[in-house]
């Protein structure tokens, strides 16, 4: 049996983008309070933001929507949903991390309150902010419900998964294989921006990050 030619074999699947979108603005944000879980609306500011970037992303002809269940995820998903004419899918399980005691309060009060665990989490260390979830249990509930629908997208698809700020981060860590310790290397999303995971024939690759404008090809050594 003949083995296909390197240069024309295709890794099934290759070609598939996963957009990973934050939510719009919300009080909170402004606030600087650890949403977490809390069910936070968007601001006037945040629904103009998902408009703006639902214009954007629209022009990517996505096969497919996934959402948080939380509000303002949701709502932020529908307004790429107006313009695209698809479904959104909304599933818990891309909800933020839970923090408990730490929900609700500024970021001033956490180190003021919980100082010495604010800053063993910033050192990479395994947390459960608050007394709630670890980073890797949100990598645990969130990733695979990433991959599930990003397997079910056509070969070149492109799948918009709109979530929260730390969720985004840690799937992003768990599906480029990075150790734990290592996710807090990824800077975080201002709201409504997103990052691009491009599928290759060595796995997902971080193609942009917190991008507020559509992604241009890589045109050089490293494509």
Known sequence: MTA????????????????????????????????????????????????????????????????????????????????????????????????????????????????????????????????GELETEVADRAAPVVLRHADKLPEDGTLVVVSHGGTIRTTIGRLLGLAPHDWESLGGLSNCCWSVLGQGARGWRLLEHNAGTLPEPVLGDDD
């Open 4 to 131: 296909p030619d390197a240069g024309t074999a295709r890794t099934p699947g290759r070609g598939r983008r996963i957009i990973l979108w934050r939510h719009g603005q919300t009080s909170w944000n402004v606030e600087r309070r650890f949403q977490g879980t809390t069910d936070v609306e968007l601001t006037e500011t945040g629904v103009a933001q998902a408009r703006r970037a639902a214009r954007l992303l629209a022009s990517l002809r996505p096969d497919a929507i996934l959402s948080s269940d939380l509000q303002r995820a949701a709502n932020t998903a529908a307004e790429l949903a107006v313009l695209t004419d698809l479904d959104v899918a909304r599933d818990e399980a891309l909800r933020e991390t839970y923090a408990g005691v730490w929900q609700g309060l500024t970021h001033d009060e956490i180190i003021a309150r919980h100082g010495e665990e604010y800053a063993a989490w910033k050192r990479g260390e395994p947390v459960r902010r608050g007394g």
